[in-house]
């Protein structure tokens, strides 16, 4: 699992809300860098402790 910077709501006023930071398994981050310029990881910024993946809800062990 990683943290990453993704866009999120760009209308928002808040910066935690246009760019948030969430957990992503290693799966849909591959499958987001396939996607080319339609991905929505902005950049990755490191490794997470965190037990879930908050796009496919993949727990650590299942990726």
């Not at 993704?6 to 290693?26: F, H, N």
């Not at 402790?49 to 908050?54: F, H, K, L, S, T």
């Amino acid at each position: 699992m990683k943290k990453c910077v993704v866009y999120g709501d760009l209308m928002s006023d808040r910066a935690a809300e246009q760019y948030p930071t969430i957990t992503l398994c290693d799966g849909c981050i591959e499958d987001d860098r396939k996607a080319g310029e339609a991905g929505q990881i902005l950049f990755v910024q490191g490794e997470s402790e965190d037990g879930e993946c908050d796009w496919c809800a993949r727990e650590l062990g299942e990726c």
